[in-house]
């Protein structure tokens, strides 16, 4: 079975411009979460998709956003790019079993970096 | 929330079983203890997780506590490979969905 696929891998933005990234979850994985990951900051959960309706919400601001489609795949976009922006953008998925939380899968990430 | 304090960093000998420890001592009831591993530049790996007894898979063994405010991850038999970064999370805290990762404790296995 196919892993969780995330494109691009690498992204270099300017500030004030926005960035899509998109994520293929598992097959058969309904949820789709994203993460970012910074030197300073560790891995942060930024929110969870299920069912094309976001579910769960980290503590971000607005300019993150994302979605999710009829076939679990998702994007996440980030609008008016900022420095602090540049980070390793990781895509997880899970089976929506009977627990609220079951054991997520990552993607390999895209690195993305903001001049 | 279930915060979780783990050790910054560790090393253990190659054949060693590692031991990581991990603190959580305001988790509640029903609140599970789940524990991935991050191999540099890779997405963090799911391993194990547990709510009150102790579980073994073919990676890992978990011990949880009977007081369950702390665990601990058995690498039975490290080896090199086993150099990464491990993550004890509580992603259910207080009815709210956290699953935060932290920094994690930096595992290495050397020869």
């Known amino acids: 079975k196919a892993g969780v696929t995330q494109t691009p891998r690498y992204l270099i933005k300017t500030r004030g411009q926005q960035v899509t990234l998109s994520c293929s979850p598992i097959?058969?994985?309904?949820?789709v979460s994203w993460y970012q990951q910074t030197p300073g900051q560790g891995l942060q959960f930024l929110f969870e998709?299920?069912?094309?309706?976001?579910?769960n919400k980290g503590n971000f601001p607005g300019r993150f956003s994302g979605r999710q489609f009829s076939n679990s795949r998702s994007e996440m976009n980030v609008s008016t790019l900022e420095l602090g922006d540049s980070a390793l953008y990781l895509c997880?998925?899970?089976?929506?079993?009977?627990?609220?939380?079951?054991?997520?899968?990552f993607g390999p990430g895209t690195r993305l970096t903001v001049l | 929330d279930a915060k979780t304090t783990q050790p910054t960093s560790m090393d253990c000998a190659e054949g060693r079983a590692a031991n990581l420890p991990c603190n959580h001592s305001?988790?509640?009831?029903?609140?599970?203890v789940y524990w991935y591993r991050q191999i540099h530049s890779q997405g963090p790996q799911y391993i194990i997780h547990?709510?009150?007894n102790n579980e073994t898979n073919e990676m890992a063994s978990l011990i949880i506590t009977e007081d369950r405010k702390s665990s601990t991850l058995i690498l039975p038999h490290a080896t090199l490979r086993d150099t990464a970064v491990y993550y004890c999370?509580?992603?259910?805290?207080?009815?709210?969905?956290?699953?935060?990762f932290g920094r994690g404790t930096s595992l290495i296995v050397h020869p």
């Open positions: 547990g709510l009150k």
């Open positions: 305001t988790i509640s009831g029903n609140e599970y």
């Open positions: 097959s058969g994985h309904r949820s």
């Open positions: 998709y299920f069912s094309e309706t976001q579910r």
């Open positions: 999370i509580v992603p259910l805290s207080g009815g709210s969905y956290i699953p935060t």
């Open positions: 997880a998925s899970s089976l929506d079993g009977n627990r609220i939380y079951n054991e997520q899968f």
